[in-house]
């Protein structure tokens, strides 16, 4: 199978994936819960603030997570999917006035130089080669303009779990990542009837590829034209049950991740594995 072969199988693979799980995938994914909400609206306005709040473009936009938190930011945001189901879950009402776009984010036509921000969040490893979407979004910035991307898959990460055993004697934190990581497949072809290849081939850059390393992020970045890029980890391991254990004040409980996070942060590179995901922060 020849390159644009496999470029259009990883497409229609998530097609059809993301046709079941449109309905439910606002619910079901934990990058919705206002903790995170919070942590990319902080992230996001930052951006624009340093490169503008006029027009914000969405690729892989989805059910419309960034242009939710976007809409009070800019004045314009321009979505672009594959997925004809997801778009369908966009909100578009709101301050800013929001276009919606249903085509392949490397290959979709767009003025250039005439973007403020894009955003890529949670999509590059759902794509066969990024190289074609990164430079749909170096192409319409404005020179100074961002990209920010965020969500994506730490190899570092995911290559430690995917070495531990399944039936291993772990703590019920690393085996809930084991499962996650590893035979996430298998939790959606049960809870929504997609096959584990079909899963797979849509999380090309995650299941197949392993995620994203920092310096090819980097590399990649500078060879489409960015002339600055800040990359960084998040998300460590267990995080998220710290953040909702009920038993402590809410107030402490989120003292005690940051805690945690800034001593694994003054730890990097040897605390890299610990960070579940890698994001990025481009300047054209």
């Known amino acids: 199978m020849d390159y644009r072969q496999q470029y259009d199988q990883v497409v229609q693979a998530n097609i059809a994936l ?7 995938y606002n619910t079901g994914e934990p990058h919705f ?3 995170n909400v919070a942590n990319v609206q902080r992230k996001l306005r930052a951006v624009a603030d340093a490169a503008g709040h ?3 473009l969405d690729l892989g936009c989805g059910t419309g997570f960034m242009i939710n938190i976007g809409r009070s930011i800019f004045q314009y945001i321009h979505g672009v999917d594959v997925s004809e189901a997801m778009m369908g879950q966009v909100d578009r009402s709101g301050p800013a006035h929001i276009e919606l776009t249903l085509a392949d984010s490397g290959s979709v036509p767009l003025e250039e130089g005439t ?3 894009v955003t890529s969040y949670s999509f590059l490893h759902h794509l066969y080669d990024c190289m074609p979407s990164l430079k749909t979004a170096a192409r319409a910035l404005k020179p100074g303009g961002r990209l920010y991307g965020d969500l994506e898959p730490n190899y570092d990460f995911w290559a430690a779990v995917a ?3 399944r039936h291993g004697a772990y703590d019920p934190i690393v085996k809930r990542e084991i499962e996650m990581v590893t035979y996430k497949d298998e939790d959606i072809q049960r809870q929504f009837g997609v096959s584990t290849d079909v899963f797979n081939q849509a999380e090309y850059g995650k299941s197949v590829l392993g995620g994203f390393r920092g310096d090819d992020l980097r590399s990649k970045l500078a060879d489409v034209g960015f002339t600055q890029v800040d990359v960084f980890y998040e998300w460590f391991i267990g995080q998220g049950q710290m953040i909702n254990d009920a038993s402590i004040a809410r107030e402490q409980r989120f003292a005690n991740a940051q805690l945690v996070h ?4 003054r730890l990097l590179p040897l605390s890299r594995s610990l960070f ?3 994001g990025f922060v481009a300047v054209k």
């Open 18 to 24: 993301h046709q079941r799980l449109a309905a439910d």
């Open 33 to 35: 819960r206002p903790e």
């Open 54 to 56: 006029g027009r914000m």
């Open 115 to 117: 973007y403020d921000v």
């Open 163 to 165: 070495r531990l055993d």
């Open 262 to 265: 800034d001593q694994l942060q």
């Open 276 to 278: 579940k995901y890698i």
